[in-house]
C-alpha cells in the first residue's frame, strides 16, 4: 500500500495540483515578508495552471498563484499574482545543491538586484521582485508575478526575431554596465557569483552530468555524419567529446585579462519576458530577466554568444550578427559613460571578448537549443528527474535534434562557422 505521501506526489504529477505546503500559513509569511507588513489576512488562494514544466522549466516546479488579501498598513483588501518556484533535491537534481543555485538566486535578489537597478538610474527594471524564500520543507522563492504587469514569454521554439533582440540585447547591455559599477564599488559581491553551470569542480566530479553533455554531442556527431559534406565536421565533434570533460572546463574557465560583468549565465528564451506596445502587440518595447540561479562574473562574451546561440532566428543570426552586438555595444558604452565609469571598453574589445568565447556558444547550441527548441508535444515530459533514466534520455535527445527543422537548420549554419573561426582544432 502507498503511503500517503507517496499519494500526495501521484496526485501531484498527474494534476499539477500544489504540494500541501503551499497553504494559506506559507502565503502570509510570504506577503508579510514581501510586503514588509505585520500582518496580512489571507482571504483566499486561487491557484492558476503553471507556466513551468512540460519543456518550459527543467530543474523546478513553478507554481503560479493570486492571492486575495488584507494588508495590516492599508486596510483595504487586495490581489497580488506571485510566482513560486520550488527546487527539491533530489539524486537527480543533487547537482542544483552543488552548484548552490538557491543560495546565489536568494542573493541576487536580495543584495545586488536593487543595487544594480538603483546605479543603471534610468528606472530600467533588471528582474521581478522576490517576496520570499525558505528552505523548508524544500527549497523555495517566491516572486511577483510579471504577467500581471503585462509581460509575456516569447516563443521558445520560433526564437527572437531583430526587434525581440535589439530589446534584449540592450537591457543586458545596462545590465552588464551596471554591475561593472557595482563590482567596483563593492568588490565583495563576486564571491558567490564566481562560477556558473560550467564550474570546474561540479564538471570533474558530477557523471551524469558529463554523461548526459557526452550523449547530445555524440548524437549531434552521429547525425552531423549524415550531411554531405559534413564527413570531416563530424569527426572534429567525435574527437571533441572524446575530450568533453576537459573541452567543458576549458569552455567555463575564466581568462587571464578579461572584462568581467555579472552574467545573466542562462540567458535563453524563457528566461527573460517581454512587455508589448499597447497600439502595436507585436512590438516589445521592454524586458525583464528571471532566473539568476547560475549568474556569475565572467566576460560578456559568455552571455552573448549564449544567447546568440540559443534563442534567435536563424535568418537574424546569419545577416544581422554584427548589428545586435553594435546594438548590446551602443547600450553598455552609453550605460558606463552616463555613469561616469573610468573604463568604457571599446567595440573592438567586445568583439574579442565575444571571439574568445565561442566555445561557450558552441556549449549553447549543442546543450541547448535542441531542447529550447522542442515542440511542447514532444518536451511535455522532460524533466531533469526523468532525463535521468538512461532509456528515456537516449530517445528523448535522438527527438531534440529532430523535433524543430529550426534546429538543424541553425546547427548547419552555425557548426560551419564555428569550424572557419577554428574552435575545434
Known amino acids: 500500500m502507498k503511503l500517503e505521501s507517496e499519494k500526495e506526489k501521484d496526485k501531484e504529477r498527474r494534476t499539477g495540483d500544489?504540494?500541501?505546503?503551499?497553504?494559506?500559513?506559507?502565503?502570509?509569511?510570504?506577503?508579510e515578508d514581501g510586503l514588509r507588513d505585520m500582518r496580512v489576512d489571507i482571504k483566499k488562494i486561487i491557484f492558476a495552471e503553471s507556466s513551468g514544466g512540460g519543456g518550459e522549466n527543467y530543474c523546478s516546479k513553478i507554481y503560479r498563484a493570486r492571492a486575495l488579501?488584507?494588508?495590516?498598513?492599508?486596510?483595504?483588501?487586495?490581489?497580488?499574482?506571485?510566482?513560486?518556484?520550488?527546487?527539491?533535491?533530489?539524486?537527480?537534481?543533487?547537482?542544483?545543491?552543488?552548484?548552490?543555485?538557491?543560495?546565489?538566486?536568494?542573493?541576487?535578489y536580495f543584495d545586488v538586484l536593487g543595487k544594480l537597478e538603483v546605479l543603471i538610474g534610468d528606472g530600467s527594471k533588471f528582474g521581478a521582485?522576490?517576496?520570499?524564500?525558505?528552505?523548508?520543507?524544500?527549497?523555495?522563492?517566491?516572486?511577483?508575478?510579471?504577467?500581471?504587469?503585462?509581460?509575456?514569454?516569447?516563443?521558445?521554439?520560433?526564437?527572437?526575431?531583430e526587434e525581440h533582440c535589439v530589446v534584449i540585447l540592450k537591457k543586458l547591455g545596462k545590465f552588464h554596465a551596471s554591475s561593472m559599477l557595482l563590482a567596483q564599488k563593492e568588490p565583495g559581491v563576486g564571491e558567490h557569483f564566481t562560477s556558473g553551470m560550467l564550474d570546474e569542480n561540479y564538471i570533474r566530479t558530477n557523471e551524469r552530468f558529463i554523461n548526459f553533455m557526452a550523449l547530445q554531442l555524440r548524437t549531434l556527431a552521429n547525425l552531423v555524419a549524415e550531411w554531405p559534406g559534413y564527413e570531416q565536421l563530424a569527426d572534429k565533434l567525435h574527437r571533441h567529446c572524446d575530450n568533453i570533460k576537459e573541452n567543458l572546463v576549458t569552455t567555463g574557465r575564466s581568462l587571464p585579462g578579461e572584462i568581467t560583468v555579472l552574467n545573466h549565465g542562462d540567458l535563453w528564451v524563457n528566461n527573460f519576458m517581454y512587455k508589448y506596445d499597447d497600439e502595436q502587440p507585436t512590438k516589445p518595447i521592454d524586458a525583464i530577466f528571471v532566473d539568476f540561479q547560475n549568474s556569475f562574473f565572467g566576460s560578456p562574451g559568455c552571455d552573448i554568444n549564449f544567447f546568440l546561440n540559443s534563442s534567435v532566428q536563424l535568418d537574424v543570426l546569419i545577416h544581422r550578427r554584427e548589428f545586435l552586438i553594435q546594438t548590446y555595444y551602443g547600450a553598455l558604452?552609453?550605460?558606463?559613460e552616463r555613469m561616469h565609469f573610468e573604463f568604457v571598453p571599446s567595440y573592438a574589445d567586445i568583439q574579442q571578448e565575444i571571439r574568445a568565447r565561442e566555445l561557450y556558444g558552441f556549449f549553447s547550441s549543442y546543450a541547448f537549443l535542441p531542447m529550447v527548441t522542442m515542440k511542447k508535444e514532444d518536451s511535455y515530459d522532460i524533466s531533469i528527474e526523468a532525463l535521468s533514466d538512461p532509456d528515456f534520455a537516449k530517445t528523448k535527445v535522438q527527438l531534440m535534434f529532430s523535433s524543430n527543422p529550426r534546429t538543424t537548420d541553425t546547427l548547419r549554419y552555425a557548426l560551419r562557422r564555428f569550424d572557419e573561426l577554428g574552435i575545434f582544432d
Do not use: W
Open 18 to 31: 500544489p504540494p500541501k505546503y503551499l497553504n494559506e500559513e506559507f502565503f502570509k509569511a510570504a506577503l
Open 69 to 108: 488579501y488584507r494588508s495590516s498598513k492599508r486596510q483595504l483588501d487586495e490581489e497580488l499574482a506571485m510566482i513560486v518556484k520550488s527546487i527539491a533535491i533530489t539524486p537527480a537534481t543533487q547537482f542544483l545543491e552543488e552548484l548552490a543555485v538557491y543560495l546565489r538566486e536568494k542573493i541576487f
Open 129 to 161: 521582485k522576490c517576496l520570499y524564500t525558505t528552505r523548508e520543507p524544500i527549497q523555495t522563492i517566491v516572486f511577483d508575478d510579471l504577467t500581471q504587469y503585462g509581460y509575456k514569454l516569447a516563443s521558445r521554439q520560433s526564437g527572437l526575431n
Open 333 to 336: 558604452r552609453e550605460s558606463l
